[in-house]
Structure formats: structure tokens, C-alpha cells
């Protein structure tokens, strides 16, 4: 049971570069969502999905884009990687109607 | 703006004693309370929920306490072992564009001494 995964675990980009960041789900929840962890300010919805190619921004959208074209995969991009994107991002998925959501292992992500 | 969070940042026990961690929040209109417990290099991991028309509800040496007269939420820890020591958050659930999403406190740390 591989529940959920993100790739890559850590991640050194430059200013400027794309990238992107994988999340893969086996439970099949129709409910996804990417977090940014940052010291003092805890988790930060960026966007989160509610099913295959529905998705909708949250709390700290700029800056990021994400694509859903089956129930299993996640990825955000960050088009134009800046050094403010720093942070440690964790997806998570979720049942429909349930209110648990399950989180990955987290991607720490440096920009210098 | 709304927004929940927490009252003490890090709260250290000896293990064996019972530990208290605290949470306000502010949207009445919220339906439901989750805590969350972080190790250190891991995501976070469901403890126990609470809905909103509820004032306890009890796990294992868990039990969260919803006082929606002050807007309080607690997580009380039974007997604390050195494996409890983690950050830990509440979060709230908001509806969001017709979705419900969570948002997080800013957490607190638990340090447990044996």
C-alpha cells in the first residue's frame, strides 16, 4: 500500500528555472491539495483539487500552477521558480465527504 | 482576518504527565476541528476531529474539548511518552468556492523529557 508520494524529496533549483513537483495518490480520494510549510506560518493551502481537472486556488496561489488530468496525480509547477518559494511543500488527498486529509512525506525545495 | 492559532509555541513535559495544548480560532461559522501531529522531518498525521455541535470527544490518551462560547479548542494528551514530542496543529475547516479545505495554526512544539 504506497499511499502517498511526492518526487522529488529535496529539490536545488536556481531563480528563474521551471519546476515541478509530483504528488501520486493509490487510494484514489477525489480530493487533493498542496501545501507550503514555512516557520511562522504553518501550512499554506496553494491549490487543492476536488476531482479530475477541477482544481481551485487557495491561500498562496502566485507563483504556482497545477493540472489534474487523473484522479491520481497532483503536480504543481512553479513556472519561474523565486527565492520567496523556498519552503518545504507537502500534498495531501482526502475522501469526498470525509474530513482526514492524508499528507505525502513533504519536498524541500531551495532556490538560490 | 479570520484565522486560527495557537497560544503557547512550544510546551515542554516530563514524560508521564499529561500534556495540554491550546487553539482559538475565530470563524463561528467553521464546522469541524482537526489536530494534526508533525514529527520532524515527516508530513503530518491525523490525530482526532471534532465537529462542531460536539464539546469532547476522546481517543487513545487523546481527547480534544470544544468550547464554542470562547472559541477554544484543546488537545489533552493522557500520560505523555518521548514518542509524543512533535509539533502540533489545530486546523479549522472553511468552505471554499463550494469545497471545504483546511487552514492550519502555526503550531506548537511538544518536548517531552524523560
Known amino acids: 500500500d504506497a499511499g502517498i508520494t511526492q518526487s522529488p524529496r529535496y529539490k536545488i533549483t536556481e531563480t528563474g528555472r521551471q519546476v515541478t513537483l509530483m504528488c501520486h495518490q493509490t487510494?484514489?480520494?477525489?480530493?487533493m491539495f498542496w501545501y507550503r510549510q514555512d516557520l511562522g506560518h504553518g501550512l499554506r493551502l496553494i491549490y487543492y483539487?476536488?476531482?479530475?481537472?477541477?482544481?481551485d486556488k487557495g491561500e498562496v496561489p502566485d507563483g504556482y500552477v497545477v493540472s489534474r488530468s487523473k484522479t491520481e496525480n497532483f503536480p504543481l509547477t512553479l513556472e519561474s521558480a523565486t527565492r520567496s518559494q523556498t519552503s518545504v511543500y507537502f500534498c495531501?488527498?482526502?475522501?469526498?465527504?470525509?474530513?482526514?486529509?492524508?499528507f505525502g512525506p513533504g519536498t524541500r525545495l531551495t532556490v538560490l | 482576518g479570520e484565522s486560527v492559532g495557537l497560544h503557547l509555541p512550544t510546551l515542554s513535559v516530563q514524560e508521564g504527565d499529561n500534556s495540554i495544548i491550546n487553539c482559538a480560532y475565530s470563524n463561528s461559522a467553521s464546522d469541524y476541528f482537526i489536530w494534526y501531529k508533525q514529527e520532524s522531518g515527516k508530513g503530518p498525521q491525523f490525530i482526532i476531529d471534532?465537529?462542531?455541535?460536539?464539546d469532547k470527544r476522546q481517543g487513545q490518551r487523546v481527547t480534544v474539548l470544544l468550547n464554542k462560547t470562547v472559541k477554544h479548542l484543546s488537545l489533552q494528551i493522557a500520560a505523555t511518552q518521548p514518542g509524543d514530542s512533535a509539533v502540533y496543529f489545530c486546523?479549522?475547516?472553511?468552505?471554499?468556492?463550494?469545497?471545504?479545505?483546511?487552514?492550519f495554526g502555526k503550531g506548537t512544539m511538544l518536548l517531552v523529557s524523560p
Open positions: 486546523a479549522e475547516s472553511r468552505m471554499n468556492s463550494g469545497y471545504s479545505t483546511l487552514t
Open positions: 487510494w484514489s480520494h477525489s480530493y
Open positions: 495531501a488527498s482526502k475522501v469526498a465527504g470525509r474530513n482526514e486529509q492524508f
Open positions: 471534532i465537529r462542531s455541535n460536539m
Open positions: 483539487s476536488a476531482a479530475a481537472d477541477i482544481t
